[in-house]
């Protein structure tokens, strides 16, 4: 790539003009008639999205705000479908404990949606002040699942800084539903970025999965996170057959290997590690049971 082209990110996507994060700055781009064509896009799906590792070149200047020119996309790690994010690093799978309560396939239906993607996931369930006494017995099945679990507290503060530390360095998205206190969480963290967070939270109340205007926003010290539009139900990816199912749960494919059959969907086969370990109570039971329903799911749809 010529030197004068600089590397930057894709922060937001708006009317034709894509906001981009480089070293030193922000800066407002264009696309390079090139990558307008059709037949340019063709290796890239979807077109530019947030995200995306880019290329520019600096224009003009009007006033203080520099202008560029988006001309070139790196390949990409990934690309989440809905919303349309590229190269994200870590999904934070969030909840909260009441208010509205806790669903937990949906919870299951984030995980593994990031683990297809080859996304990293963690949990937070927030509003801890208004937890109840399954509180530690909740978190606890997805800490011995293999995942990282942070308890938080947008009135008392309760975790922040756990989370801080979580989402620092990497580039991660917010997936829940709505009313779980994402927006509250987003501005204790990013107090410079109120405004943006607040016009997140205005989309997110109208119900709609709204993804044109996701934006990336920069973390205090290093790292950026996306607030997802807030949904109560989620498809798994269309791409997803039942044999891959299992895969994606960490704590089975951890043992599958002890499976008698090779490709084992951990139901109907006999000599299954993955029932045995739950007779013998070490794996969890209601876990299992909706992963029947999302594996019934999957085999109903082929």
Known sequence: MED???PGRVLSARGGFYRVLTKKEQIDCRLRGKLKQKGALAGIEGGVCVGDLVQV????QLGKEKTGMVEAVLPRNN???RPRIANIELCLAELAFREPCYNLLLLDKILLTAAYYNIEAAICFNKSDLANDDLPQVTEVYRRAGYSVIVTS???????DVLLQLLSHKISVLAGPSGVGKSSLLNMLLPENRAAVGEISSRLQRGKHTTRHVSLLPLPGAGLVADTPGFSLLELPRALKAPKLPQLYPEYAQISDE???LGCLHHHEPNCAIKEYL???KLDADR???YLRLLHELEERG
Not at 57 to 60: H, I, P, V
Not at 154 to 159: K, L, M, T
């Open 4 to 6: 004068k082209f600089i």
């Open 57 to 60: 070149s600096l224009s003009q």
């Open 79 to 81: 690309l989440l479908p």
């Open 154 to 160: 947008a009135v008392n503060g309760q975790g922040l």
């Open 259 to 261: 499976c008698r059959f």
């Open 279 to 281: 007779a013998q109570g």
């Open 288 to 290: 299992y049971q909706r």
